[in-house]
């Protein structure tokens, strides 16, 4: 076992954004920490990278139990690197940045030299050796910062959103960097995610966040909403942009809800005239296992999970105009 | 008119003939405020930089006494280093009055208010993931120190150019400790004073276009290294 964690919380003035009764990462795995914003996704790998202390529990590595005292814990950040979301590089060149961790560790200059070059290679930024590290582009930087990140020949790489804010063809580079450095490294690998298509795609094992704890499973379609009482008596989520879905909830307060994407109908045709209704155009499909995940813009996103047998069967493309009805049922409130 | 421009070509002339008198008081200002702005890097620099990375019961009330200090008069530093090193002063034994220690010293109290507020808004002013990125790679607290300071680098730099600035420019410190001795304590802006009672304006003129041209290079300087620092926050 990687890592386990026993209780673990972290509270904010009085804020609490994380509450993990027992969670537990498996070794020489890619695990994928999978949840919406505000999730606890960041906390906890700052926690894991030992980067911050937990408010109340206990954190074991590798079967051994984390004393927090800060001299042990450098001992630590030596095993375990965490790659920020939108990392800043020293103003400094790329070599240096990359360096940087050999030349506190002192190591032998001719080993950092080769070794850093071998890092930028790898990260595909032979090319960049000399730049200054500000003229980077974002994915430039990604790729720079994982390449300074293992230079410290780390365990254990943490990444948070590593392809948040990259375009696709970083995005491809990073997803092959990341399963390069698993399978020949077998560096143990977290990182965080709010989208279920790549944690499909790259990890092992995935573990929900909601709401700073652990989740059966993962919720999506998460929208902010108000509840309010109707003409007709009946209680409906007022959604943004105006939408609203009716619910039978009894909260009166500003709430939050998912929609299971499972559980929501789609349709080229509309169905009756049924509540909860909404009409909407297909903009990505995308194969998961036996189903086809459809995300249709309906004024608000909205991602639909329907068996692949009955996606061909309706013979539904991107661009087409679609009906989709959220039953109650279907509907989380939080 | 004619008298302030034939002033002003004499000034000219007696800059660019290198006077040795004028030398000799540019010499006086220059050693005394580099020694006073080095001695408060060394001690300024390294108190800005530890106020602004701990956390401290009393750190807000800290600063708002540096803050406050910035204003201080530079002729309640004289007094305040006269009732100290004159002969009926503690460390009258010292011989300190009328030497360019006693400018130095003046000086120093000056300007380490400046070093050191300025040193804490560079370091605060570091993006706080430099902290973290140097603790994940593995650095220690001395090695993650050096890394906020590389990044804080521009603008200490600057913080000691203004000090630098704020020094060499000074009267009321100088004249108070300093007595304004020819070729020993006489520093430009006391030369200035002195020359304008005896109604000697070419050398009054020369010193202040001296004055003003390292006020400009300083602010040149100063811009400089503040718009690099901002870059790199």
């Known amino acids: 076992m990687l890592y386990q964690l026993n209780n673990v919380t972290k509270t904010y003035n009085g804020n609490t954004v994380l509450d993990l009764k027992h969670l537990s990462f498996q070794e020489g795995k890619v695990i994928g920490l999978l949840g919406p914003n505000g999730s606890g996704k960041t906390t906890l790998l700052e926690i894991l990278a030992f980067l911050l202390p937990p408010t109340s529990g206990e954190i074991w590595f590798k079967q051994e139990k984390v004393n927090l005292n800060l001299s042990r814990l450098m001992k630590l950040r030596r095993k375990v690197v965490l790659v920020q979301q939108n990392p800043i590089l020293f103003t400094t060149t790329v070599y240096k940045n990359i360096d940087f961790p050999l030349k506190i560790r002192n190591t032998p200059k001719a080993k950092r030299i080769e070794m850093v070059n071998a890092l930028l290679e790898l990260v595909g930024m032979a090319s960049f050796r000399d730049a200054g590290a500000h003229t980077l582009s974002g994915g430039q930087t990604q790729r720079v910062a994982i390449a300074r990140a293992l230079a410290c020949s780390p365990e254990v790489i943490l990444l948070d959103e590593p392809m948040s804010s990259v375009d696709v063809e970083n995005q491809i580079t990073i997803e092959r960097i990341i399963r390069e450095i698993n399978r020949i490294n077998s560096i143990s690998v977290v990182f965080t995610t709010h989208d279920m298509v790549q944690t499909s795609r790259l990890a092992d094992e995935t573990i929900f966040l909601f709401e700073g704890r652990a989740a059966e499973t993962i919720h999506e379609n998460i929208f902010s909403a108000r509840i309010e009482t109707a003409n007709d008596g009946h209680r409906y989520c007022m959604l943004p942009n105006g939408f609203k879905l009716r619910t039978r909830s009894e909260k009166t307060r500003r709430i939050r809800i998912s929609i299971s994407p499972g559980r929501i109908r789609i349709s080229r045709n509309q169905f009756s005239t049924e509540e909860n209704t909404l009409k909407g155009r297909i903009v990505q499909l995308n194969q998961e296992h036996s189903n086809v995940r459809v995300l249709v813009d309906a004024g608000i996103p909205l991602n639909v999970l329907i068996p692949t047998e009955l996606f061909d069967s309706q013979c539904m493309g991107i661009g087409e105009d679609v009906w989709i009805t959220c039953p109650e049922e279907s509907i989380d409130i939080f | ?233």
Not at chain 2, 36 to 49: D, H, I, K, Y
Not at chain 2, 132 to 154: D, H, M, S, Y
């Open chain 2, 1 to 233: 008119m004619d008298f302030l421009t034939d002033s002003f070509f004499s000034a000219l002339l007696l800059i660019w003939t290198l006077d040795h008198n004028l030398i000799e008081i540019i010499n006086v200002s220059l050693k005394v405020s580099s020694v006073s702005t080095f001695v408060s890097a060394l001690l300024g620099v390294p108190s800005g930089f530890l106020i602004a990375f701990s956390e401290f019961r009393g750190k807000r009330l800290l600063i708002t006494i540096l803050n406050t200090l910035l204003a201080l008069p530079t002729v309640v530093i004289g007094l305040f280093v006269y009732a100290f090193i004159s002969r009926r002063g503690i460390f009258g034994a010292f011989d300190l009055l009328y030497t360019q220690k006693a400018i130095i010293i003046g000086q120093i109290i000056l300007i380490i208010p400046i070093v050191t507020t300025m040193t804490i808004s560079a370091v605060s002013r570091i993006d706080d993931r430099y902290r973290k990125a140097a603790l994940t790679l593995g650095a220690n607290l001395r090695q993650t120190a050096w890394v906020i300071i590389r990044e804080a680098r521009f603008g200490i730099v600057a913080a000691v150019v203004m000090a630098f600035g704020r020094v060499i420019a000074e009267v009321g410190i100088s004249m108070m400790l300093g007595g304004n001795a020819k070729g020993f304590t006489r520093t430009m802006t006391t030369a200035m004073a002195l020359e304008y009672d005896k109604g000697e304006f070419v050398l009054s003129v020369a010193l202040g276009l001296v004055l003003l041209g390292v006020s400009f290079t300083v602010n040149i300087f100063c811009n400089y290294f503040q718009g690099k620092g901002r870059g790199s926050s």
